[in-house]
């Protein structure tokens, strides 16, 4: 037996199980290294003679050698052989003779460097006094807990973790635990902490640096910081409000108290994610956790109150309960976003969560698990470099729209104590999804696993089909794709229905591909008259499924939305699933349309959020498609938008909800998009008064994107004051947020060498690595190829910088994406052919078909004679 045969494998070896880890660490800041030392005490369960764990980066301390001491002998052993395989990013130890089953001690000491990768044990920086400073921090999920210390780096071996920090004498030094005791000696200082409990190797934390903080005592004692910049504390305390509310929420939820004495949330200024759930110290990106009342927008805080949620509930759905292995993942991600709008809609219920729920997670989740290259929600990890892709909306969104569904189905007070007695029966342990459906199943009585392993397992989802012959509906279940083919998949389907009330109801499980509901007694009206009766099916979109209704049902549903009979989320829904059939050419354009115009006066912000999403996405389409009724378009969507438009106005008014700042924020951004004259000379006109007095309350936060888009629309090479003076707004401020509206905005023009010269921009020292992403984000039709030539000529730079993690996929997502052409297909094909792809392969397989989807929803879209006389028509109204 040889090290070779731990080559190549997607698991360690279990012949040893990590029980304790005493872990020191000293980071010098100085120099961007690190040095350490571990004692990790072990298990020998099965017979062998090797310890296999996993170690990457990391350069090992030849003066002292790695020992492993029995606990039964006290014998001191070494290692013969000392292997490093760092394409399996695992350390093989290998001794002369078999160990000794039992608890020994494992001790190595190691170094390695704070790297630039926002990953492992790196370096952020910040500035104190105007000095720039760098601090230590760390993120470990998925996999790089192994580039900080040697671990055996999978969820499904939890251990304890008794940490010890060397740290300068002037800085914080903050981990999962609290402090135990803190010892000064000059210089420097050591840092020791509770032993943790158990808990897996991705959710250790460790931060060094300098911080102000804000705290509270939630309602069950626990003490909760929010550790920000110095300067910036009064910027926590919105997050540390709803953390404290949010904890005693989930608290009663679950049934189990929160594990800790303590929870610190912190703000880092290089940060990859949105946050990361680490034990009892939760990191953010600072735009996700800092709240400026002043300066930050509705939608940032409705953000931040959704992103502390869901790092959260994580103390119990992932910390607490660690999914067994990442095939799981969903039952960390897909969970955690659930219950985060579980817990925003009872503290904020004026936000109307749920119905955004559909817009944020559902839509979302749909979108991309209509690509044939989508996959199952379980999905099969055979190596490290395969996990970071599975971060996505399927693991997210449809994870969490799947679990809307089967609580609707199951009830909300049965799930609710289904779910608190799995937290319960699995704490400090791991579990599997079947572990979840066995509880459902004993709790509900229903046949959950049967229902849920074809939504979990099986990737995709179902349309369906509803006829109405007689008194009776015929619906029928095919796999939608947004490619226009019909998959094979068949599921068991949850499905609800309501005619012409939702006093008249019906639900069933829709098992088999075809099925028949007589429902004469549901369309019997008082004055007999059926004609005005409507069928909606999936009531309130609670199913993860679309539906296609025949010509008489979609009439009587576009009557319905135009009496404002249906509910928000239905009107939604309806609109929704319209728009993806027509972008999957089972529907012409001129159809959606029709059906578009019954929404003129809508004024629920979801609804017009969604109004707004399809009109962005098809000007777009048919730009390629219908160039010469391209103003037609704009003004369709226009007259769309002036019900609520004219009703909201520019400027906030005393007393306005949360919804109607965050569709200010929308409309006005659309209607600059569209064209819309008067708005455009408006925004000019509060855009200079804001340059002259940054103070103005002519731009509030809400209205800012809308006006630097606009003003962007008229620079060119040879007049560039609108880039210009946003970049002295980007360079004034230190809101994140707002640096993120400036760079979002200026790859906005029309104007190609503007657009090249904001991307250019994206890459230089003064845009965080992580803030890059949004130039990209800003680009639009016009600048398509523009940010694809930019891609190819710095290429190399860019592979380099954002080499890890999935930020180099949404670079790839987000330039290719926007093209719709078959040529263009085998243009990106052929130049990625020659260059490395492996860290982002499904993003741009992903990106490649959505590009084929619009090529083949263009020549539809060429072949619609009748398009070009219903929209004339339209746009007139």
């Known amino acids: 037996m040889t090290s070779e045969q731990f080559k190549g494998q997607a698991r360690l070896p279990r012949f040893a199980i990590p029980k304790c880890y005493d872990l020191t660490l000293k980071p010098d800041l100085f120099h ?7 004692e990790i ?21 030849d003066d002292f050698p790695v020992l492993f001491e029995t606990s039964k002998s006290s014998q001191e052993l070494r290692p013969s052989e000392l292997v ?10 290998g001794f002369d003779d078999h160990l000794p089953l039992g608890v020994g001690v494992l001790r190595i000491r190691f170094s390695g460097t704070l790297n630039d990768q926002m990953k492992g044990f790196y370096r952020s920086s910040y500035e104190l006094n105007g000095e720039k400073k760098n601090m230590a921090v760390t993120q470990f999920e998925p996999v790089d807990a192994r580039r900080c210390f040697p671990c055996w780096d999978e969820p499904a071996f939890k251990a304890t973790f008794k940490i010890t920090l060397v740290v300068p004498s002037d800085l914080m030094a903050l981990s999962c635990m609290p402090v135990t005791e803190e010892k000064v000696n000059g210089p420097s200082k050591t840092v020791c902490y509770e032993e943790s409990p158990f808990m897996s190797t991705y959710l250790v934390a460790v931060v060094v640096g300098m911080f102000d903080y804000v705290e509270g005592i939630s309602s069950d004692g626990t003490k909760v910081r929010v550790y920000t910049q110095v ?8 997050a540390l409000d709803v953390a404290m509310k949010t904890l005693h929420l989930y608290e009663r939820y679950f049934e189990t108290p929160y594990a800790l004495s303590k929870l610190d949330m912190i703000a880092i200024p290089d940060f990859a994610a949105g946050g990361m759930e680490n034990y009892g110290l939760v990191t953010y990106r600072d735009t996700d956790l800092l709240y400026d009342e002043h300066l930050s927008a509705a939608s940032n805080k409705q953000w931040i109150a959704s992103v502390v949620a869901h790092e959260l509930a994580h103390q119990w759905f ?27 809609d009872t503290l904020f219920p004026e936000w109307k969560c749920w119905t955004q729920f559909l817009n944020e997670c559902t839509e979302e989740g749909l979108r991309l698990d209509a690509l044939a290259e989508s996959h199952p929600i379980e999905v099969d990890i055979n190596h490290a470099c395969d996990i970071n892709e599975i971060f996505d909306a399927i693991s997210y969104k449809k994870g969490a729209s799947v679990i809307q569904m089967l ?17 319960k029966r699995f704490a400090c342990s791991n579990a599997r999804t079947e572990d979840l459906w066995q509880v ?6 229903e046949p959950v696993k049967m229902i849920m392993t074809s939504w979990t397992k099986q990737m995709g989802y179902p349309v369906i089909d509803v006829k109405f012959t007689g008194h009776d509906l015929q619906f029928e279940q095919i796999q939608f794709l947004s490619n226009g083919s019909a998959g094979n998949g068949q599921w068991i389907i949850p499905v609800t229905l309501s005619c012409g009330s939702y006093n008249a109801q019906r639900n069933f499980l829709l098992k088999s591909k075809l099925d028949r509901m007589d429902i004469t007694d549901l369309i019997k009206s008082k004055d007999g008259c059926e004609e005005s009766f409507w069928i909606k099916v999936n009531v309130n979109q609670t199913g993860f499924y679309r539906v296609k209704y025949d010509d008489i049902l979609s009439a009587r549903l576009g009557q319905a939305i135009e009496a404002n009979i249906l509910s928000p989320t239905d009107r939604f829904g309806v609109l929704d699933d319209s728009y993806s059939l027509c972008m999957a050419c089972k529907q012409p354009l001129s159809s959606l349309f029709l059906l578009m115009n019954s929404y003129r006066k809508e004024s629920d912000y979801t609804v017009l959020s969604c109004i707004i999403s399809v009109s962005y996405s098809v000007l777009n389409i048919t730009a390629d498609a219908a160039p010469e009724l391209l103003n037609d378009f704009k003004k369709f969507f226009i007259s ?14 005393n007393g306005e909800s949360h919804l109607d700042s965050m569709l200010r924020e929308e409309i006005l951004a659309a209607l600059v998009f569209f064209g819309h004259e008067a708005t455009l000379k408006e925004a000019h006109r509060r855009f200079n008064a804001f340059l002259a007095d940054r103070n103005s309350y002519l731009l509030p936060p809400d209205t800012r994107k809308a006006a630097y888009v606009a003003v962007m629309q008229t620079d060119n090479s040879s007049n560039s004051s609108g880039f210009d003076s946003l970049l002295r707004v980007y360079r004034e401020t230190d809101l994140s947020q707002e640096k993120g509206r400036v760079l979002c905005s200026l790859t906005s023009c029309p104007d190609p060498d503007i657009v090249l010269k904001a991307l250019n921009f994206s890459l230089c020292s003064e845009v965080r690595t992580q803030d890059a992403i949004f130039c990209l984000e800003g680009v639009g039709r016009q600048g398509r190829e523009t940010a694809w030539m930019w891609l190819k000529d710095n290429w190399e730079f860019i592979s380099n910088t954002w080499k890890s993690g999935y930020l180099l996929g949404h670079f790839v997502e987000a330039v290719v994406s926007r093209f719709c052409s078959e040529e263009k297909v085998i243009e990106v094909d052929e130049f990625f052919s020659t260059h490395s792809k492996a860290l982002f392969i499904r993003k741009l397989k992903q990106s490649l078909e959505r590009v084929k989807i619009k090529s083949n929803w263009v020549l539809s879209i060429k072949n619609e004679s009748t398009l070009g006389g219903i929209i004339k028509e339209l746009a007139i109204k």
Not at 84 to 93: A, C, G, S
Not at 231 to 238: L, M, P, R
Not at 407 to 423: N, P, V
Not at 440 to 445: N, Y
Request: charged share 20%.
């Open 440 to 445: 459902l199943e004993e709790e509900s009585g």
């Open 640 to 653: 769309l938008l002036m019900f609520a438009s004219e009703k909201l106005g520019w400027d906030p008014k």
């Open 407 to 423: 609580q609707s189905y199951l009830g909300a007070e049965c799930f609710q104590k289904a779910l608190a007695c799995y937290i």
């Open 41 to 61: 005490t072990i298990d020998i369960v099965a017979e062998t003679r090797f310890i296999v764990l996993n170690a990457v980066e990391l350069i090992f301390d």
């Open 318 to 344: 992932g910390n607490l309960v660690t999914m067994e292995w990442w095939t799981h993942l969903w039952l960390n991600e897909g969970f955690a976003t659930w219950v985060s709008y579980l817990a925003n």
């Open 32 to 38: 961007c290294k690190f040095s350490g030392s571990v």
């Open 231 to 238: 300067g910036k504390s009064d910027q926590g305390k919105f």
């Open 84 to 93: 490093h395989v760092p394409e399996d990013e695992i350390l093989v130890l």
